[in-house]
């Protein structure tokens, strides 16, 4: 069955703010909520970097039924994988069955300014991702761990306090070598939209197909497939075309961005693109029916949760129109 999802964007709104979407959209029947874990936004004029490990608690107490999760939280640099451990273990107390710790590699717009250390290439990165992932599940089922790895290390450790059903890992991945260790060590993959399909056709789903073949993972042990629908929605063209220009550093290419750490800079080099180019990674539409067109083709390719990001200020109506306009033909449409 197909899980419908809302991001709620740390980037962009308050602590306050966020809890009270994520609120609402349990209400409109979404199936999860997930938290992005920045300690710096995109944009520095109207940004917003609220914790997500605390917003996560303060989620599971005002909430029953929605599942809820990062996406996604680097477990390498700023936080300990033995702190992510601690810490998704008592979140997995308090929401039994509800919560999801979605990781990733990182961005050195979170990690550099936060540590003062180097930012190190994308085998370092992997390597670390792959080493705390290995850590975080032997402290899930192990007592007084003693663990050396060639990153991290641990001395009689023990978490006290684990809930009965373990917390899901999700691992994000933006080409094929992290999409495998998805499949070999998640329970879950993560990726976002609005790139060229070949991209997940030929790289990325093959890459977790090709992890899961190679894990230990019973073939009857669920495994999702999460994608990040970047939904620009509104009854107004015109508002909905214009709402993308918040989340223009989104349309940067990799290279124009690379080791960009400070958000001014981000924010400069996001405003200079055209409100055409900073919508390229959107799907925006007025239409109900529209939407549920443009969405297809990534149920097609076999995604099966979709997290939707709507970039507007005013997420209330996004939540409000979604829900009672797109979600029901979703529905109908995919199960």
């Not at 979407?21 to 874990?37: G, H, K, L």
């Not at 919560?99 to 930012?119: K, M, Y």
């Not at 899901?168 to 993959?189: E, L, M, N, S, T």
Request: proline share 7%; with cysteine.
């Amino acid at each position: 069955m197909l899980k419908i999802g809302y991001k709620a964007s740390a980037e962009q709104f308050t602590p306050e703010q966020l809890l009270s979407f994520a609120q609402q959209a349990e209400r409109c029947q979404f199936d999860s909520v997930w938290i992005s874990d920045h300690f710096q936004p995109w944009r520095h004029t109207g940004g917003h970097a609220p914790a997500a490990l605390p917003w996560l608690g303060a989620l599971a107490a005002t909430t029953r039924q929605i599942e809820l999760g990062t996406s996604v939280l680097t477990p390498t640099f700023r936080h300990h994988p033995s702190m992510v451990a601690q810490a998704f273990a008592t979140l997995g107390c308090l929401a039994p069955g509800r919560v999801v710790l979605g990781v990733g590699s990182g961005e050195s717009l979170n990690e550099t300014p936060a540590t003062g250390q180097v930012w190190p290439d994308q085998s370092e990165r992997s390597a670390r991702l792959r080493e705390a992932i290995k850590l975080i599940r032997t402290l899930w089922c192990e007592e007084r761990v003693d663990f050396e790895g060639k990153y991290y290390r641990t001395e009689r450790a023990t978490i006290y306090d684990r809930p009965a059903e373990e917390v899901r890992i999700f691992v994000a991945a933006a080409g094929p070598y992290i999409a495998k260790v998805a499949g070999i060590q998640g329970d879950g993959f993560i990726c976002t939209s609005g790139k060229p399909r070949d991209l997940y056709t030929e790289k990325l789903l093959p890459g977790v197909q090709q992890g899961l073949q190679e894990s230990s993972r019973p073939a009857a042990q669920p495994f999702e497939r999460m994608i990040e629908m970047k939904v620009s929605f509104d009854t107004d063209p015109a508002q909905a075309l214009a709402d993308t220009r918040f989340w223009g550093a989104l349309a940067l290419r990799p290279e124009e961005k690379m080791n960009v750490e400070d958000p001014l800079k981000m924010e400069a080099l996001a405003d200079e693109l055209p409100i055409e180019r900073a919508a390229s990674r959107w799907i925006v539409s007025a239409d109900p029916d529209e939407v549920v067109d443009c969405i297809a083709p990534y149920v097609d390719m076999g995604f099966d949760h979709l997290v939707f990001h709507a970039p507007g200020s005013d997420q209330a109506r996004f939540i409000e129109l979604f829900s009672s306009r797109v979600m029901p033909l979703l529905r109908r449409k995919f199960g």
